[in-house]
């Protein structure tokens, strides 16, 4: 998923940020947990068939810095190459889906559902609508583009 400008100007701030926020979250069980230093991007709802597969449904997921992010239970994580350009990573223990990575770039998707709440932040885009399963349809107005 490449990075619009506005989650670029957001990294932007990030960057620039002189007392940062920490969202946490973690699997079910507790066994991986992580923090992100700073805001959350605003999330994306991907109606691809992998995400629907892995989910069960839509997966939502924000965009984070790798720099802004520390994980404590790495040996939880269990990785599954989706595709020559991403891995997916879900805790070998409680099965929780936890992360959307592309090793390639500078950042991480983690699913909007690990974080412990509140995030300050909200759904911004439906992606890939054209695999979206028949049995919903999207209501909320938001953007919606076909990939």
């Not at 619009?4 to 100007?9: A, L, P, T």
């Not at 507790?30 to 992998?50: I, M, S």
């Not at 995400?51 to 040996?75: E, I, M, P, W």
């Not at 990573?89 to 709440?117: E, V, Y």
Request: glycine share 8%; with cysteine.
């Amino acid at each position: 998923m490449p990075l619009s400008s506005s989650v670029r100007r957001h990294y932007s701030y990030l960057r620039s940020s002189a007392m940062p926020i920490t969202h946490s979250g973690s699997c079910m069980r507790g066994r991986v947990k992580f923090n992100v230093t700073g805001p959350l991007n605003p999330p994306d709802a991907c109606h691809c068939v992998q995400c629907r597969k892995q989910s069960g449904h839509y997966f939502a997921s924000t965009n984070v810095l790798r720099s802004s992010l520390t994980v404590s239970g790495q040996d939880n994580i269990t990785w599954h190459h989706s595709s020559e350009k991403v891995r997916r990573g879900f805790c070998s223990t409680c099965g929780s889906n936890l992360f959307w990575d592309p090793p390639a770039r500078d950042w991480i998707s983690i699913g909007m559902g690990a974080f412990d709440s509140p995030t300050d932040t909200e759904l911004e885009i439906h992606v890939f609508v054209a695999e979206k399963g028949d049995y919903y349809q999207i209501t909320d107005g938001l953007p919606q583009n076909a990939q």
